[in-house]
């Protein structure tokens, strides 16, 4: 566990010192788009943060294959490698979309081009596996399924980019998730293979709690295509590499009792649902995406309004309390599932529901609460804002005459108040 701990910090780290670098290098090189109809910015922010997490991971890369435990990843296959090379040219693609901008298509074949280099590299889907069976796949469906699989996690993770922190951290979590299986497998289990998946796991969890300080809101610089576009290649990749290469036969599943029963589920649930529960939250987002374009007659890759957190804003959340609140849906699905696939007990299956309730009144309940504390508030600053009415008084001024004094004037003599002519004279001669 120390050098995983390790390889997290160094991640962390490096991505936070690279963060602040990237944001002059995206104000130099003109990568400040402007404000977009979609953005929940009212400024400009430096993109190409995705860049100190390229480094930060590969930070992390180079610092295991000089430790004594985790050198074992390079040792059993290539996958550290055939990963990073993966996320060099995403890097690329998403430094020159970040940059000038690319269209939906020429995108999509920098991510297939992408993966492909991934896969050539044998990071595929070997087998799928099941509860009490396990298919295996063809080399050439194993490369489409795997191409695929990474393209559309690389999307769903760039969907969920919509709040400042928000990929950032459900990618932390789901990583964190993940991990912690990998590493239950590879330590408890004595899986060697299963240390690769928990590397890559750790090293993309620590490049975004490094990138989190720079990114929380009001972000100082944003990950752009590029990072989301690499968080989901890695994250996609992990799942890959232990899922798909880790024969779920070789886990051990004998014993009876806690014990037995947590090595039963392991080969029969876990490796097929936590894969899909650690990106849930982008997959999710992604699928409802892609369905309300097509509906409405447009294409899935044009951009709208209408993500999860454009949502929860609209419900009246702060962007603050919106994050939150995804980080902890995040949470509850790839930790929940994690903690009830190994102690399913009924205090751990209440201890979830309970979150998802707690979430469920979150999410809908105290945006309505907090709409009526502000229309009080509102009201009671109002009534303060308003100056009390002035009481009219009626003063008789002797100074200057009324209307109905000049009309009468002629008939009744001079207005009251007023001296005439001969009086005055009178006046001025008695003393």
Known sequence: MREYLLVVVVAAATTYLLGGLT??????????PEVRERDVHTVPVPR??????????????????RLPFLRQAF???????????????????????????????TKFAGQVLAAGVVVVQGVVVYWLPLPGVTFSL??????????????????????VDGLDGLAAGVVAIGGGAFF??????????????ATTGALLAAAVAGACVGFLPHNL????????????????????????????????????????????????LLPTLLPLLLPVAVVALP?????????????????PFSPDKKHLHHRLLQLGHSHRRAVGLLWFWAGVVSF??????????????????????????????????????????????GARAEPPADPVVAVASIDEPTPSDHLTAGRAGPPSGHLSGEALTTARRDP
Do not use: E, H, W
């Open 336 to 381: 929940g599932l994690l903690a009830v696939g190994l102690r399913g007990s009924r205090t751990v299956v209440a201890v979830v529901v309970a979150a998802v309730v707690s979430g469920i009144v979150a999410t809908l309940a105290i945006p309505d609460r907090l709409r009526a504390r502000r229309r009080r508030r509102s009201r009671l600053a």
């Open 138 to 159: 063809p080399a050439s469906q194993s490369a489409i399924i795997t191409v695929l699989l990474l393209v559309v996690t690389m999307n769903a993770v760039n969907f």
């Open 283 to 299: 997959f999710t987002d992604l699928v409802l995406a892609v369905v309300r374009r097509v509906s409405a007659g447009r294409s």
């Open 23 to 32: 944001a002059k290098l995206a104000r130099r090189i003109g990568a400040v």
């Open 217 to 264: 809101y009001p972000a100082r610089v944003i990950m752009g295509d590029t990072g989301a576009m690499v968080l989901g290649l890695v994250l996609a990749s992990s799942s890959v590499s232990l899922t798909s290469q880790v024969d779920p036969a070789l886990i051990t599943t004998g014993g009876s009792g806690a014990a037995g029963t947590l090595t039963r």
């Open 75 to 105: 040792a059993v296959s290539d996958d550290v490698r055939a990963v990073y090379s993966g996320v060099l040219v995403i890097a690329v693609v998403g430094v020159v979309d970040d940059t000038i901008g690319l269209d939906a298509l």
């Open 48 to 65: 190409l943060g995705g860049l100190a997490m390229v480094g930060g991971i590969g930070a992390a890369f180079l610092l295991a294959s």
């Open 180 to 193: 912690l299986y990998c590493y239950l497998l590879a330590v408890d289990q004595n899986l060697l293979r």
